[in-house]
């Protein structure tokens, strides 16, 4: 206080003889007037030092170096005996010198209570374990500035210079056994107590080791892993863990085993470890076992083999697949739209007898799901295929009087027009000049793939639903989208058209865009094969279960509606060889013969295959309208012997 009193009213210019008086003034005071009497800036020196010392105010600090142009209060604070008899001498002269000029000074006071403190937690005598929380209470009839707490009189922790005065004790760092706990509280003044000591002892950690699989061991598939663990008072659980993560929920009763399904991991090096925990929460982490994990996850490779996609078929059908596998094949389950079509199949050949029958007439959906000994699973691409069974005992389906729309057999051999044999007009015009050729029966249309075509003007009855659509081919196109028979225009959705792709036979039948036979791939019901400049005979057939492929009397693809079945609209002229509107120009090349259009759909293809009509035997039917769209009686179509699809 008497410093403070002398900085506030000395450290002014007309005051610093006070600060800068060098010897004593008068024998009346402590120090006699004679050589070696001490200087006054080595007085308020120490005095400055001392209470920075003890108060860590750096205003104290400040002030000496300010006095003193630093480094003179340096020296002052190691302490010592000089130290101290500095400060008295530099007190008891302020206090003298200023009570000389007449100013009252406060009185020197200083703090010597010390703080009380004591351990609130744990109590002594507890049994611990675990991380605790050590803490204690503190007061000061000033202020308590830290307390520090000591664990077997080494500090525990740094000091905490506020309250609540705590701090967290690892019990797992130290022994177990008795352990003393103290508290040290300090207050401004520097005063120290130290609390009683409180005992605690900590618990002796239960013991674990796994014991199974070994160290080094290799394992695959599902493995038991085991460990063995003992505590002085009692075990209450034991957690594995699986490269420091847990392994399902702690084990709590013996035995201590969990299932390890390592398939669900990476093939490789793995660290298995178990946490055993007693009944006093201490837990202890057994040694870690290194094993090393090797599980065939290669998948078998399966694709069916028969029947062929967009197949038909009908009666009993063998089904068949191939499956491999790295190691070996377990077994090949069969589905039949998702659902199994028998038993698993467990050696080869894999192959189930199907009875189409069961089915209803419709697409249907066929995979193979192929499983290896270590559980890898693999199905195989889907195949569609069309279930088309007659009620048992029916007759052959024979023509339907009526039913043909138009025929055109091309065999006029000269001339720029054809006639159809259906009675209904439909003359076709030969435009670019395609050229006569030898037909597979009489003469035919040889098209160049450039720009030659045949038109027929649009009527109603052309957009038939049900439709049967037939004609003869030979091609060796193996590039580009071709026209074969087409009433469509490019990017119209309305319309039908059978057409080529890539050498594989395409077709679809569009009433609308929400109401379609089409897979929006480049090639709807894509046969392949055909190309081989060798005559075929193709089929496309539509009724209200989809569209069905044949060639040469055999099915070949089949395709359901997408939305409603119906007829199109399209007003879009019929060609044939050549796809309208297509900007890359969609001309067939080669040899087309024999074309008809029926307004029913021909069960199974029937009669394309190995019946021939006789164009030169066709009586015409009679009309009752001027656009031939009406029939009074339908044509007379004789027909000739039998004929096989493949003969050239």
Sequence with gaps: QAMDWLWANAWVAGDQSFWYENWVPTPATPFPAQPGAPDLNLLIAPAFAWIYKQTGDTTYRDRGDQVFAGGVLNAYLAGGKQFDQNYKWSFEYVRLRTAAVGVPVPPITTDLTPPTVSITAPTAGTTVSGTVSVTATAADNVGVVGVQFQLDGANLGAEKTAAPWTISWNTATGTAGAHTLTAVARDAAGNRTTSAAVVATVATAPTVAITAPTSGATVSSTVSVTAAAGDTVGVAGVQFKLDGANMGSEVTTAPFATSWATMAGTNGLHTLTAVARNMAGTRTTSPAVGVTVSNDKTAPTVSITAPAAGGIVSGTVSVTANATDNVGVAGVQFKLDGVNLSTEVTRSPYSVSWTTTTATNATHTLTAVARDAAGNRATSAAVSVAVTNGTSGSPAPTPLTGALVSYWALDEGIGTTAGAASGHGNTATLMNGPTWTAGRRGSALSFDGLTQYV???????????????????????????????????????????????????????????????????????????????QWHQVVFVVDASGGKFYVDGLPQAALPWTGTPGAPTTTQELQIGHYPGLASGGFFAGVIDDVRIWSNAWPNGFPMCGLEIDPAAVVPATHVDADESTLLHAPTLPILDALSCRSS
């Design 455 to 533: 038109r027929v003007p649009s009527t109603p009855a052309l957009n038939a639903y049900p439709l049967t659509v037939a004609f003869w081919m030979k091609t060796s196109s193996t590039s580009g989208v071709r026209g074969v028979v087409n009433k469509y225009a490019d990017m119209s959705l309305n319309g039908w058209q059978v057409y080529m792709s890539s050498g594989k036979l395409c077709a679809w039948y569009i009433k609308d865009g929400s109401n379609y036979i089409d897979d929006n791939t480049a090639c709807p019901l894509a046969v392949a094969g055909y190309n081989d400049n």
